[in-house]
């Protein structure tokens, strides 16, 4: 099933031609990259719950959790207790990079099965792909708030301890 612009735009809201211009270059193919996806590069996982895409997010989750066991691993057999500073900016720059080089596209993985499931369901008007696409600005202020009490909490942890 081919994916119509119409259905495109009522999926990912106000900001349709920006993702369609970008996703173009992606489908030319011939090595034009879509450019650099800034807010994913600023926001990395924000962007992904703002944007809806929470396999995605709970994916990169996953490998968070994955590369800090890899991490401890890592420090352990070298016998060093805390990693230095450049290899956490390292680590860090190298997430965010990852987010605004593959953003543009994941959103596109996304969009585009998420209307295909939608038409498996027979769901498939304007109204339908408004209410399932678009935006949430509830999620990443959800997770800022989840985030802030898991650091308040490991805070409050680690001063009790003795």
């Given at each position: 099933m081919d994916v119509s612009s119409e259905q495109l735009r009522a999926f990912i809201g106000p900001r349709a031609d920006y993702y369609l211009t970008r996703w173009a270059r992606i489908d030319a193919g011939g090595g034009r990259a879509p450019g650099i996806n800034w807010p994913a590069l600023l926001l990395g996982a924000f962007w992904l719950v703002y944007r809806r895409m929470y396999r995605f997010f709970w994916i990169f989750i996953g490998v968070l959790v994955l590369a800090a066991i890899a991490e401890d691993l890592v420090l352990s057999l070298l016998k060093i207790q805390v990693a230095p500073r450049p290899v956490d900016v390292v680590i860090t720059l190298a997430v965010a990079a990852t987010f605004g080089t593959f953003g543009t596209y994941w959103y596109q993985l996304h969009?585009?099965?998420?209307?295909?499931?939608?038409?498996?369901?027979?769901?498939?008007?304007?109204?339908?792909?408004?209410?399932?696409?678009?935006?949430?600005?509830?999620?990443?202020?959800?997770?800022?708030?989840?985030?802030?009490?898991?650091?308040?909490?490991?805070?409050?942890?680690?001063?009790?301890?003795?």
């Open positions: 969009t585009r099965r998420c209307i295909h499931a939608l038409a498996r369901k027979g769901e498939l008007s304007q109204d339908q792909l408004r209410r399932a696409g678009g935006t949430s600005v509830l999620a990443p202020v959800g997770l800022l708030v989840f985030f802030l009490a898991a650091m308040v909490l490991a805070l409050i942890s680690v001063s009790s301890s003795p």
